[in-house]
């Protein structure tokens, strides 16, 4: 009997190529290719190394070339049969890459990776649409109901590599979720490139992200679904009724708002000004009342001077976002913003400023997680450690926002709810037992 092949899949960036690797894995596992998930190049002798790598910014853009370099070492080590590339990087710079790196043997961009398959199988396998081996515990997964972005925002790269947006009907992901749940998924990550987008591509021509999670909720086994990467422009507000009066659609919304200056906002082509970005802060928050936002925001892009930047550490003050992340600009070829400004803050400054807002959200987190001490909380428990479970609320969204640390005080399985009393908050984290056993554990 001939040895099956062997494959490393190393996934890089965001969690949309995370189910991207997912479908990779399990076409290859219907191939007869023994493949897994891993961390970094040469963990085990391999046929080979196949990289799913990232394009969105500068230090994405680093780490993929350093894991491409490291692969290349394991392969020269006799570690590593074949490297290959994929992803967003290598459908960005499909015509430079090549000769830079000829370490590599195969180079496949951000559609036409199936055929790496064909390469390592010499066939094409017969596939379930949207099959996946996952990769997350096996309570969570991620949904991606579309692909690529129509908005073109001056700083970002991302429409020049995935294209125009391209909604999947909803039946295809009620398929997939009805699967999923079979398999044991019970929370639901949905995302997209521009969730607030879509249906605008299907037939009608009309937000269907109403009605889409509606359909979702209805499924039996669905007790989480959260929603990630809404743009604030053309919002569809038909989304917040339904998260309101629907228990296992969470009060979540992660909704990248960049910044709040009208002159910042119209250099970054965003379509919305800031008193409409107010209004659609408040209007979420008055028909969802424990609506949790996570946002992202950006300093130092051309035009934000000290009283814009100002303007920002106001808003974000007065507003006290319940998640926030922000990074500081770096310029991207071939966008609006390289051809059209010049980026001429210097990186300390983008940094200073960085530092401030992110201290500022620092602060304001830790007095909300402190308003969540005595309360009880509902708490999915994702893993084991030594110490304690670690579960999230429905407000947390998986590897990036706070978790709850909930003490040994009885026994609890990853994969399961249960009811915590929160002790003790930190910025980023609460410390609780079992609903029950506060008492006893005070005393």
Same mark, same amino acid.
């Given at each position: 009997?001939?040895?099956?092949?062997?494959?490393?899949?190393?996934?890089?960036?965001?969690?949309k190529?995370?189910?991207?690797?997912?479908?990779?894995?399990?076409?290859?596992?219907?191939? *007869?290719?023994?493949?897994?998930?891993?961390?970094?190049?040469?963990?085990?002798?391999?046929?080979?190394?196949?990289?799913?790598?990232?394009?969105?910014?500068?230090d994405?853009k680093?780490?993929?070339?350093?894991?491409?370099?490291?692969?290349?070492g394991?392969?020269?080590? *006799?570690?590593?049969?074949?490297?290959?590339?994929?992803g967003c990087?290598?459908?960005?710079y499909?015509?430079?890459?090549?000769?830079?790196?000829?370490?590599?043997?195969?180079?496949?961009?951000?559609?036409?990776?199936?055929?790496?398959?064909?390469?390592m199988?010499?066939?094409?396998p017969?596939?379930i649409?949207y099959?996946?081996?996952?990769?997350?515990?096996?309570?969570?997964?991620?949904?991606?109901?579309?692909?690529?972005?129509?908005?073109?925002?001056a700083?970002?790269?991302i429409?020049?590599?995935?294209?125009?947006?391209?909604?999947?009907?909803?039946?295809?992901?009620?398929?997939e979720?009805?699967?999923?749940?079979?398999?044991?998924?019970?929370e639901?990550?949905?995302?997209?490139?521009?969730?607030?987008?879509?249906g605008?591509?299907?037939?009608?021509?009309?937000?269907?992200?109403?009605e889409?999670?509606?359909?979702?909720?209805?499924?039996?086994?669905?007790?989480?679904?959260?929603?990630?990467y809404?743009?604030?422009?053309?919002?569809?507000?038909?989304?917040?009724?339904?998260?309101?009066?629907?228990?296992?659609?969470?009060?979540?919304?992660?909704?990248?708002?960049?910044?709040?200056?009208?002159?910042?906002?119209?250099?970054?082509?965003?379509?919305?000004?800031?008193?409409?970005?107010?209004?659609?802060?408040?209007r979420?928050?008055?028909?969802?009342?424990?609506?949790?936002?996570?946002?992202t925001?950006?300093v130092?892009?051309?035009?934000?001077g000290e009283?814009?930047?100002?303007?920002l550490?106001?808003?974000?003050?007065?507003?006290?976002?319940?998640?926030?992340?922000?990074?500081?600009?770096?310029e991207?070829?071939?966008?609006?913003?390289?051809?059209?400004?010049?980026?001429?803050?210097?990186?300390?400054?983008k940094?200073?400023?960085?530092?401030?807002?992110?201290?500022?959200?620092?602060?304001?987190?830790l007095e909300?997680?402190?308003?969540?001490?005595?309360?009880?909380?509902?708490?999915?428990v994702?893993?084991?450690?030594s110490?304690?479970?670690?579960g999230?609320?429905?407000?947390?969204?998986?590897?990036?926002d706070?978790?709850?640390?909930v003490?040994?005080?009885?026994?609890?399985?990853?994969?399961?709810?249960?009811?915590?009393?929160?002790?003790?908050a930190?910025?980023?984290?609460?410390?609780?037992?079992p609903?029950?056993?506060?008492?006893?554990?005070?005393s």
């Amino acid at each position: 009997m001939s040895r099956r092949p062997t494959v490393d899949v190393i996934s890089l960036g965001c969690s949309k190529n995370l189910v991207d690797s997912e479908r990779l894995l399990a076409m290859f596992g219907r191939s *007869g290719i023994d493949a897994r998930l891993a961390d970094t190049p040469g963990e085990r002798e391999s046929d080979a190394v196949v990289i799913n790598t990232c394009g969105f910014i500068g230090d994405a853009k680093e780490e993929s070339i350093n894991t491409i370099l490291e692969a290349a070492g394991a392969k020269d080590a *006799g570690r590593v049969g074949k490297v290959i590339v994929m992803g967003c990087l290598s459908e960005r710079y499909s015509g430079e890459l090549p000769a830079e790196l000829p370490e590599v043997d195969a180079w496949y961009g951000k559609f036409d990776w199936p055929e790496i398959v064909k390469l390592m199988a010499r066939e094409h396998p017969a596939v379930i649409d949207y099959d996946r081996v996952i990769t997350t515990p096996r309570h969570h997964a991620y949904l991606k109901i579309s692909e690529g972005c129509n908005r073109f925002c001056a700083f970002c790269a991302i429409p020049l590599i995935t294209g125009r947006m391209h909604s999947r009907p909803i039946e295809d992901l009620e398929a997939e979720v009805k699967a999923l749940t079979r398999r044991g998924v019970r929370e639901f990550n949905v995302i997209a490139q521009d969730l607030s987008s879509y249906g605008l591509d299907l037939a009608g021509h009309h937000h269907r992200l109403p009605e889409l999670v509606e359909r979702l909720a209805d499924i039996d086994g669905v007790e989480w679904l959260r929603l990630h990467y809404a743009y604030p422009s053309d919002f569809p507000y038909g989304i917040l009724p339904v998260m309101a009066a629907r228990d296992n659609v969470c009060s979540y919304m992660d909704i990248a708002l960049q910044h709040i200056s009208d002159r910042v906002l119209e250099n970054m082509r965003r379509h919305i000004t800031g008193a409409q970005t107010r209004e659609l802060i408040a209007r979420m928050r008055e028909e969802v009342p424990d609506l949790h936002l996570r946002t992202t925001l950006m300093v130092g892009f051309p035009g934000e001077g000290e009283r814009e930047f100002d303007e920002l550490m106001e808003f974000v003050k007065q507003t006290r976002f319940e998640r926030m992340g922000a990074f500081a600009y770096c310029e991207e070829e071939d966008t609006y913003a390289a051809r059209n400004f010049r980026d001429i803050i210097p990186q300390d400054e983008k940094l200073r400023r960085l530092d401030a807002l992110m201290a500022l959200q620092e602060k304001i987190s830790l007095e909300q997680q402190e308003a969540k001490v005595g309360k009880t909380l509902r708490v999915m428990v994702d893993r084991e450690e030594s110490e304690f479970y670690v579960g999230r609320t429905q407000w947390d969204s998986p590897e990036v926002d706070p978790e709850v640390l909930v003490r040994k005080t009885m026994p609890l399985k990853p994969g399961v709810f249960a009811d915590v009393t929160v002790e003790s908050a930190m910025p980023f984290e609460l410390i609780a037992v079992p609903a029950g056993e506060a008492s006893s554990v005070q005393s």
